[in-house]
């Protein structure tokens, strides 16, 4: 079945303490993309990866990290969380970059105390 | 960055009424796709757009494209409860940006 997953979906953790979000696809897609949901900010993209190795900022990106070293897997990384990092990220991707249907994963619920 | 903004932010009906929701947009195009969450969930793709398309049908979804008045809209025919969820559209400007912008979404509410 083609799917996004991501791991793990419900995250309570303190401030500072490093953790990682890992996402991964099994469509061969090339773009993939990090999003963060906020009550009244809407969807709002942190990081997007073109392909291996290439990675560019979103309109969120402070605070956060990724990586793309294989085609499948594109890890989100909070290094010192912070509570304003509390949120709903999803990941997401397609076969045709932000032109083509995107492919949502099931959300991580990040809540930093 | 906000792109499209839909309106209205909620919407209340009953099974079996049409519904629809309004996306506007700031500046030129290339295509314009809309999406459906339902609570708390991954959001769903519905349909895709195209700056030279004007309407395009997907069983009981209608999507109109105006790039005059940089709008579009979305009608769902005979609804049901089972439409109950957020909608989104999202566009992508002209001029080689990869990033996709999202709406803040329409909640729609179908009654049984």
């Known amino acids: 079945e083609a799917q996004v997953t991501q791991n793990p979906r419900y995250l309570i953790t303190v401030t500072g303490k490093k953790l990682t979000v890992t996402c991964s696809q099994n469509?061969?897609?090339?773009?993939m993309s990090w999003y963060r949901q906020d009550p009244g900010l809407g969807l709002r993209q942190i990081y997007y990866?073109?392909?291996?190795?290439?990675?560019d900022k979103g309109d969120v990106p402070e605070g956060y990290k990724v990586s793309r070293k294989e085609k499948r897997n594109f890890p989100l990384i909070l290094e010192s969380p912070s509570p304003n990092q509390t949120s709903l990220y999803f990941c997401a991707s397609s076969w045709g970059g932000t032109r083509g249907e995107q492919y949502f994963g099931p959300g991580t619920r990040l809540t930093v105390t | 960055s906000q792109q499209g903004e839909e309106d209205p932010q909620a919407l209340s009906i009953q099974e079996g009424e049409n519904a629809t929701m309004n996306c506007s947009y700031k500046t030129s195009i290339n295509n314009l796709q809309w999406y459906r969450q339902n609570s708390g969930r991954g959001l769903v793709h519905l349909i895709l757009?195209?700056?030279?398309?004007r309407e395009k049908h997907s069983g009981r979804l209608r999507v109109t494209l105006d790039t005059s008045k940089k709008s579009s809209s979305l009608l769902i025919t005979a609804s049901r409860a089972a439409d109950t969820a957020s909608y989104f559209c999202?566009?992508?400007?002209?001029?080689?940006?990869?990033?996709?912008?999202f709406g803040k979404g329409t909640k729609l509410t179908v009654n049984p």
């Open positions: 990866s073109m392909n291996v190795e290439v990675t």
């Open positions: 999202a566009t992508i400007s002209q001029g080689g940006s990869e990033k996709l912008v």
């Open positions: 469509m061969n897609h090339e773009y």
């Open positions: 757009i195209r700056s030279n398309e």
